[in-house]
T-cell receptor
Framework: AQSVAQPEDQVNVAEGNPLTVKCTYS??????LFWYVQYPNRGLQFLLK??????LVKGSYGFEAEFNKSQTSFHLKKPSALVSDSALYFC?????????????FGAGTRLFVKA | DGGITQSPKYLFRKEGQNVTLSCEQN?????MYWYRQDPGQGLRLIYY???????QKGDIAEGYSVSREKKESFPLTVTSAQKNPTAFYLC?????????????????FGAGSRLTVL
């Protein structure tokens, strides 16, 4: 079965420090991996995706993610956190179901950046 | 501007009533999705549709129904059979349908509808 795990409910980091939000996945075949961000009472916004190629993917707002096939991980990173990065982050995988592709989300990790 | 419009933003329902949540997109996307979001559980897929007049059950379809009569519209009905309907509902769409390239498709989300059962 295809699945995504985000082992941390919450990550706390001080402004200016690097941040990492963890994600591991389980899929059959080549993975299509995504990160989305959600601000309060809003829909999700796309940050970045890994399809193929370089293991380090760069996305919006200075975020990047590292794909590690041997560890089946796709951790989200940012070199220097901002207070405005505080939000709920979701890792996701695209999987082929009976009716075509569907996106499966992890449970989400809440990021708090303290000034 | 292209995007997805969900309405209403807030909805209150009495037990035993059916309610319909609207989702309209002007992105010319083939695929549309409904997710339910509960605290600590992330997003769970209710139904999805890759093409007009066709849709598939997701992981938690019981107590819900959908239709896809037009490419732009994918309304969700929360029926009285749904035992715990209070949640935040998110509609999304993506380009492509059933092709290998659609695996790389990014979802565009609406702003959500919050349903509360009184």
């Amino acid at each position: 079965a295809q699945s995504v795990a985000q082992p941390e409910d919450q990550v706390n980091v001080a402004e200016g420090n690097p941040l990492t939000v963890k994600c591991t996945y389980s899929v059959s075949g080549n993975p299509y991996l995504f990160w989305y961000v959600q601000y309060p009472n809003r829909g999700l916004q796309f940050l970045l995706k890994y399809i193929t190629g370089d293991n380090l993917v760069k996305g919006s707002y200075g975020f990047e993610a590292e794909f590690n096939k041997s560890q089946t991980s796709f951790h989200l990173k940012k070199p220097s956190a901002l207070v405005s990065d505080s939000a709920l982050y979701f890792c996701a995988v695209r999987a082929l179901g009976g009716g075509g592709f569907k996106t499966i989300f992890g449970a989400g990790t809440r990021l708090f950046v303290k000034a | 501007d292209g995007g997805i419009t969900q309405s209403p933003k807030y909805l209150f329902r009495k037990e035993g009533q059916n309610v319909t949540l609207s989702c309209e997109q002007n992105l010319n996307h083939d695929a549309m999705y409904w997710y339910r979001q509960d605290p600590g559980q992330g997003l769970r897929l209710i139904y999805y549709s890759q093409i007009v007049n066709d849709f598939q059950k997701g992981d938690i379809a019981e107590g819900y129904s959908v239709s896809r009569e037009k490419k732009e519209s994918f309304p969700l009905t929360v029926t009285s059979a749904q035992k715990n309907p209070t949640a935040f509902y998110l509609c999304a769409s993506s380009p492509g349908a059933g092709t290998v390239s659609s695996g790389a498709s990014v979802l565009t989300f609406g702003a959500g509808s919050r349903l509360t059962v009184l």
